[in-house]
């Protein structure tokens, strides 16, 4: 008997016509680990909802068909016993911590679920040291960084020791180490421990090859369900992105067996390719000339009672740069942000914009600076997705000249316009809140996460209307963990480590010559093509061995 079965299940949120689940029918078999991926408003999330219970009875709306949980109507489940058999980690911790400190938090569930106190002490004990957070049992939870967090967010949920864990966009939020160190504990409670894993993620190159299955979702609607390398070779097919990119680039080369490992295509590639002696001409990066539109000379800022966050940035931003800010959690990337935005002012140090001193300025001037934070709901308050846009131009003094409409076919928001955001998927809250920034048509434009809930296609149109800002003469700068995202569309990144800046240049020069922080392309072609950071790259810079292929016919080189 599957531990999930899915019959024709069809769901509607309040007030929207269109379903968000339409006619799904899945089974997921006890010890699965099965990831479910797709467009940003594809239906994952609905999807988990419903398997942990919370659709409709916590969402509303309507439900027809059937979610059954190991053989028993999930509508027929005590609440409290599918919380201790389900558990579900979120993609903002902060929306599921709610105590006070870190052993509290731990608690909390258990004391709802009536548990005796030796058995509550002895659970937070192990969930606590499962996750190497037996250190941190007294701290003060708003003071952990991201990963932290999420740690935490989940060391609640075993603590309750579901049989089924389900993690909904996890790692959105965590740096490239943290994540790998998050994605391998999941993989260690599927193995060791014997768990079902139900995984949603849109940063596939982190766990693809994980997975036993995976379910590829569109329109709310199953379109795929398989291993990852048939999804892998049915995707490239169909010129779908939701594969990694090393599945990808032996996927386009009409391979039979797809790599989803490093390793393996590591293996596949020595045995099979030659890097190009005369690689193609390749755009050359763009160089500082010019006078900088954006100056920190010796900046140092401290929050009250605490460390620097920044310590002794130097650093000038040109009109056209797009530059990425990577780092770990806690490195001071969005204090960083802040400090550029005039949100922070400076210990020390100076921050000048166009040769004028910032922290001497009284107000935001409309069309100069442009910042959007982590949290998209920071932005999102008036009733419509329209209305958000009308209302920035209306605060700052500017019309309508068409804006509007642009900003909302370019983020692919039209259908959204008449929408309420806070009912809108997490993608789409983040790209309207994007919106309503860009219609000022800012000078510089610093970004906390922009991609965060994004698909590859959505991200991809980012980076395109980013560039576009770019060569009209516009300065970006964008904190991200998507290193893949500033590979492709970054022209220069910047690394943070524990407020200083330790790496500034060319995204080549950075990410090429880093260990941890370089693409899954990166680290298959490390010392076999140096440089060859994308997808494109590799399509662009490595030839087929044609002596070297196993059978006829079973790989080609595509340019």
């Known amino acids: 008997m599957p531990v999930f079965q899915c019959e024709d299940l069809t769901y509607f949120y309040s007030e929207r016509e269109k379903p968000a689940l339409k006619s799904i029918n899945l089974h997921v078999e006890e010890g699965d680990f099965l990831l479910i991926t797709g467009g940003s408003g594809s239906g994952k999330s609905s999807l988990a909802r419903a398997l942990a219970g919370l659709i409709p009875y916590f969402y509303g709306g309507r439900l027809r068909g059937r979610v059954y949980f190991d053989g028993r109507d999930v509508s027929q489940i005590d609440r409290r016993l599918m919380a201790r058999e389900v558990g579900m980690v979120f993609q903002d911790p902060e929306k599921q911590l709610v105590m006070t400190s870190v052993e509290a938090e731990v608690a909390f569930g258990l004391e709802n679920l009536g548990l005796p106190r030796e058995e509550m002490v002895r659970r937070v004990a192990e969930a606590l040291s499962f996750l190497d957070l037996a250190g941190l049992r007294e ?14 967010a989940l060391a609640a949920v075993l603590a309750m020791q579901p049989r089924v864990l389900i993690l909904d966009e996890p790692t959105s939020q965590l740096d490239p180490v943290a994540s790998e160190e998050f994605l391998n504990l999941v993989k260690r409670l599927n193995e060791e421990m014997g768990l079902t894993i139900i995984l949603i993620e849109q940063r596939l190159e982190r766990c693809f090859h994980l997975a036993d299955r995976v379910v590829f979702m569109e329109d709310g609607q199953i379109r795929y369900d ?24 032996f996927a386009r080369n009409n391979f039979a067996t797809i790599p989803v490992t490093v390793k393996e295509g590591r293996r596949l590639l020595r045995q099979n390719f030659r890097y190009c002696k005369t690689p193609p001409v390749r755009p050359v990066e763009k160089k500082d000339t010019g006078k900088p539109v954006l100056v920190m000379d010796n900046v140092w800022f401290a929050y009250p009672g605490g460390r620097e966050a920044l310590q002794d940035i130097n650093l000038r931003i040109f009109p056209g740069e797009l530059a990425a800010v990577l780092g770990n959690n806690g490195a001071g990337k969005s204090t960083l942000l802040k400090t550029m935005a005039g949100l922070l002012k400076p210990t020390r140090g100076r921050l000048m914009l166009d040769g004028r001193d910032l922290n001497s300025e009284k107000r935001f001037v409309p069309g100069r600076v442009a910042y959007l934070s982590q949290n998209p709901n920071d932005y999102l308050f008036q009733e419509t997705v329209e209305e958000e846009l009308h209302f920035t131009l209306k605060n700052f003094g500017l019309t309508d000249d068409g804006v509007v409409n642009e900003y909302l076919e370019k983020l692919e928001l039209i259908a959204c316009r008449k929408a309420n955001p806070r009912d809108l998927s997490s993608g789409e809250r983040q790209r309207a809140a994007l919106a309503s920034i860009l219609v000022t048509r800012p000078r510089v434009l610093v970004l906390d996460e922009p991609t965060r809930g994004m698909d590859g296609r959505l991200k991809d149109e980012l980076g395109k209307i980013l560039s576009g800002l770019c060569r009209e003469g516009a300065s970006v700068v964008l904190v991200t963990h998507d290193v893949e995202f500033a ?42 093509a140096d440089g060859v950071l994308t997808l494109a790259d590799a399509l662009a810079s490595l030839e087929l061995l044609w002596p070297n292929r196993k059978q006829k016919g079973e790989a080609r080189f595509i340019t």
């Open 139 to 152: 701290e003060f939870t708003a003071h952990l960084s991201g990963g932290q967090k999420q740690k935490l």
């Open 487 to 528: 590979a492709v569309h970054a022209t220069r990144v910047l690394m943070m480590f524990a407020g200083r800046l330790v790496a500034d240049g060319p995204k080549k020069e950075v990410l090429g010559s880093s260990y941890f922080y370089t693409t899954q392309i990166g680290k298959m072609c490390r010392g076999f």
């Open 226 to 249: 398989g291993t990852p390398g048939q999804l892998a070779s049915w995707a490239a097919a169909r010129d779908i992105p939701f594969i990694p990119p090393v599945a990808s680039f």
